[in-house]
């Protein structure tokens, strides 16, 4: 007895919203910083912060996504276990 994964796939068509998303929202912040009417060392400032920014919502995004994964794999470890022990189980066993 096996259920279906209920996990929800993303279509291609997310993925490439999101990484267009991405890339759009990257280049308007390095676009803004160049042409900001300021000193070098601020665009550096804010350029390291748009840097900072952009690997730590990453490295957010990778934990997030670890978490689920692990959470899924103990899930479905779960799963079989019930699995096995509603295959084993015989109500009748102990009847009569």
């Not at 490295?59 to 019930?82: G, I, P």
């Amino acid at each position: 007895m096996t259920t279906p994964d209920s996990t929800q796939k993303n279509t291609s068509a997310f993925y490439l919203q999101a990484a267009a998303a991405f890339g759009v929202s990257l280049f308007a912040m390095i676009a803004a910083i160049y042409y900001l009417p300021a000193d070098a060392w601020v665009k550096a400032f804010l350029a390291l912060g748009t840097m900072f920014l952009t690997t730590s919502s990453f490295t957010l995004a990778k934990c997030v996504r670890d978490a689920q994964e692990d959470q899924m794999v103990v899930r479905r470890l779960d799963q079989a276990r019930l699995d096995r022990a509603l295959a084993s189980h015989d109500p009748f066993k102990n009847a009569g």
